[in-house]
């Protein structure tokens, strides 16, 4: 069934950024060195955004993650009207969840960052700065790849929960957080990316619909590999 | 060109086969219901340590007692206090589906956990460098919890796990409701799980949430939540399993207030948005339901702001409902399951709960506000809400099919 239409996708991880149309750009130099501890700092937000980066660092690396990935399509979504944007749903799929900030929130509690203690926290931040207000999924897979999450979308849009939905794929691990308690490697992995996809009807996309099948992560790093703009 | 995901939608109820819980109450279903059926508190004093200092904590605890029988009958989990209730519900609920789980092959048993933490108190120690097992360590992770969970039950099915804040129960009711309807399994195992640990009383103790005296949901004085602990399991089944009349899932609907992170919309109109999806799927008017089995959690601003979208959504005639809240506390990611298995026996049993520790109603609360439980012969329709951190929100309708 060819009923349903992929609008935009984005990809962020240790290689680079980038979403379908721009394609996938490497880090500047002077920001990979952060990039191998998992740091996500207001440099890396300025790449993608003119706009004040204090909300942004106040998050977590998975709701950076997040919050980097769903801005880099935000231009399909920002100039929707406030009705139309109840209809676009949010869900997101992760393994590691919130286990970093969990970690570093048990060894030291503060109350700033108990909210990030979620896996779903980044889907709050997401709809705050685009006021999204559709349904909502977060789960939580032994896959890292978002095994589950296109078919989740595919259900919503087709039972008509939702026109459109933005679909995360997450995982958030630092080498270093993750040593600090000795957590096994071969149950916890380390490292990090975001990926995000928006899913919708092939009538509501306002360009060229690719086509693709397969896993969220793969779909969204195949899609930003061979960008349109490159075509 | 467009994507190929198959998914079979059949947009038909879906019927619950059975229930179970451990939870401050005690050790199953019928322990709950005397107590709602008496509108008691469940919640306890303790002193307990947080960071460095002691303080008192009133919270819906397990007892101790039924915790050293569940650790006595399965020495293997002994230190994964998730695993244990979450096994003793699930045999609860298994148990009143018997009829229907010994016709339903493993490969159509499907699992979906609900939690926030899973067995976050093994983080706990790890960071506190005590001795934790191995089975324990691995149960840190939501998504093993529920493939151990589903191992053990016998559910060959598609696996899942919420983690939504304090909506995950409703959210993981409302998605097994939808593996069945794709075809992806006859029955579901939902279960929900959150244990009261370090890592969860020192987040809500700095956020300043907790109400030192115990939560009085809905009250004029009310100052915050209490915290409570323990697993629900709800067993869904395609509706031709089940001999009539069954109660059903027949709407849900979930929505974002798009607001604040830790805060509710001041207004209730994200809230109100998932209550008129979930009455949208069920096709049915505001006008049918019968009780709300509300989030109540008591704190000032949830409770004001859920009474502002009782208003806005049914008028002058807001239907009777109250919060359990006051009897085992906030649950978490057992809430949705927790409460939602309540209106399954409220339905069955045809009586409404009332709002245990209220002493003088907010005079925001609608005048429907039920303080004390009461018999209700025409109970046919039940709508449930949570919200939770992130600006979440679920709603869920539940039907009594008439004879």
Redesign the interface.
């Known amino acids: 069934m060819n009923d349903l239409a992929i609008h935009a996708a984005s990809y962020l991880g240790p290689e680079g950024f980038g979403n379908d149309l721009s394609g996938l750009r490497a880090w500047p130099s002077p920001l990979k060195e952060n990039l191998s501890r998992g740091e996500l700092d207001g440099l890396h937000w300025s790449l993608l955004s003119a706009s004040d980066p204090s909300r942004f660092l106040r998050m977590d690396l998975m709701c950076r993650l997040g919050f980097m990935a769903a801005e880099l399509l935000a231009v399909n979504f920002d100039t929707l009207t406030a009705a139309r944007r109840e209809h676009l749903g949010v869900c997101v799929e992760c393994f590691t969840g919130s286990l970093d900030t969990d970690i570093r929130f048990a060894q030291t509690p503060r109350p700033s960052i108990f909210a990030y203690t979620l896996p779903s926290t980044v889907i709050g931040e997401i709809c705050i700065r685009h006021r999204l207000k559709g349904p909502v999924l977060s789960l939580i897979s032994p896959d890292t790849d978002g095994a589950n999450l296109l078919g989740e979308a595919a259900e919503w849009l087709r039972a008509g929960d939702a026109e459109m939905v933005l679909c995360l794929g997450i995982e958030a691990m630092n080498v270093s957080t993750a040593n600090s308690i000795s957590l096994p490697e071969n149950l916890f992995p380390r490292g990090w990316h975001g990926a995000a996809l928006l899913l919708g009807r092939p009538e509501n996309s306002p360009r060229e619909k690719t086509f693709a099948t397969g896993r969220l992560l793969e779909v969204c790093r195949n899609l930003c590999s061979v960008p349109e703009h490159a075509c | 060109?467009?994507?190929?995901?198959?998914?079979a939608?059949n947009?038909s109820a879906i019927a619950i086969a059975g229930c179970g819980a451990v939870c401050a109450t005690g050790l199953g279903m019928e322990p709950l219901q005397h107590a709602v059926a008496a509108n008691a508190s469940a919640l306890q004093r303790r002193e307990l340590v947080i960071?460095k200092t002691s303080q008192p904590i009133v919270a819906g605890f397990v007892a101790d007692e039924i915790i050293g029988k569940l650790r006595a009958a399965d020495a293997a989990h002994a230190d994964s206090r998730a695993f244990l209730f979450t096994s003793a519900a699930l045999k609860e609920a298994a148990n009143n589906a018997a009829t229907i789980l010994d016709f339903v092959p493993a490969n159509r048993r499907g699992f979906v956990l609900s939690t926030?933490?899973a067995n976050?108190e093994a983080?706990?120690k790890?960071?506190r460098q005590q001795p934790v097992s191995a089975v324990a360590?691995?149960q840190?992770?939501?998504?093993?919890l529920?493939?151990d969970l589903a191992a053990a039950f016998a559910c060959c099915g598609p696996v899942?796990?919420?983690?939504?804040?304090c909506i995950?129960g409703l959210?993981a009711l409302q998605?097994g409701a939808?593996l069945i309807r794709?075809g992806l399994a006859d029955v579901i195992f939902v279960v929900g799980v959150d244990v009261i640990s370090?890592?969860v009383l020192?987040?809500?103790n700095?956020?300043k949430s907790l109400d030192p005296d115990g939560c009085r949901p809905f009250d004029q004085a009310r100052l915050g939540l209490s915290l409570g602990e323990g697993a629900a399991a709800i067993v869904l089944a395609k509706r031709e399993l089940l001999s009539s009349p069954a109660i059903l899932i027949s709407g849900a609907?979930?929505?974002?207030?798009?607001?604040?992170?830790?805060g509710p919309s001041r207004d209730g109109s994200?809230l109100a948005?998932a209550i008129q999806?979930a009455l949208a799927k069920a096709q049915i008017a505001p006008g049918q339901i019968d009780y709300v089995h509300a989030h109540g959690t008591g704190t000032p601003y949830n409770d004001a702001m859920e009474s502002l979208t009782l208003r806005a959504v049914f008028g002058d005639h807001v239907p009777p409902f109250s919060s359990s809240k006051g009897i085992f506390g906030h649950t978490l990611g057992t809430a949705g399951v927790l409460e939602t298995a309540l209106c399954v026996a409220a339905l069955k049993n045809n009586f409404l709960p009332g709002t245990p520790r209220l002493r003088e109603r907010d005079p925001v609360a609608p005048d429907s506000l039920l303080v004390e439980p009461r018999e209700e012969a025409n109970l046919n329709c039940i709508l449930k809400i949570n919200c939770?951190?992130?600006?979440?929100n679920a709603a869920l309708v539940l039907e009594r099919e008439l004879p």
């Open positions: 060109m467009g994507i190929a995901v198959e998914t939608v947009q960071g926030t933490k976050i983080l706990d790890l960071v360590q691995r840190i992770q939501p998504a093993f529920a493939a899942q796990c919420v983690s939504a804040a995950s959210s998605q939808a794709r370090q890592f020192s987040g809500f700095a956020l609907g979930t929505s974002n207030d798009a607001n604040h992170l830790t994200g948005l999806r939770g951190f992130g600006g979440t």
